[in-house]
């Protein structure tokens, strides 16, 4: 699971041309620790999942890799 949730920050925060420090900001978290998400070294709780994707604008589903429909 956190391998695909590492994958899918990096692609989304690619995709939305924004810095790690932008997408931590966002959503209100250190950018330590959201750079810890996007390699692997951590998984997010259950609120950081839902604002991580609120921001991105995809499913929770889909952010840890249980669905590909966005």
């Not at 996007?38 to 259950?46: D, F, S, T």
């Amino acid at each position: 699971m956190e391998i695909l949730i590492k994958k899918r920050l990096r692609e989304l925060r690619k995709e939305a041309c924004e810095t790690q420090v932008q997408v931590a900001s966002a959503v209100g978290i250190a950018e330590q620790y959201y750079q810890k998400l996007e390699y692997g070294e951590n998984l997010p709780g259950i609120e950081i999942a839902w604002k991580l994707a609120d921001h991105f604008g995809v499913s929770i589903d889909y952010l840890v890799g249980r669905t590909e429909e966005r």
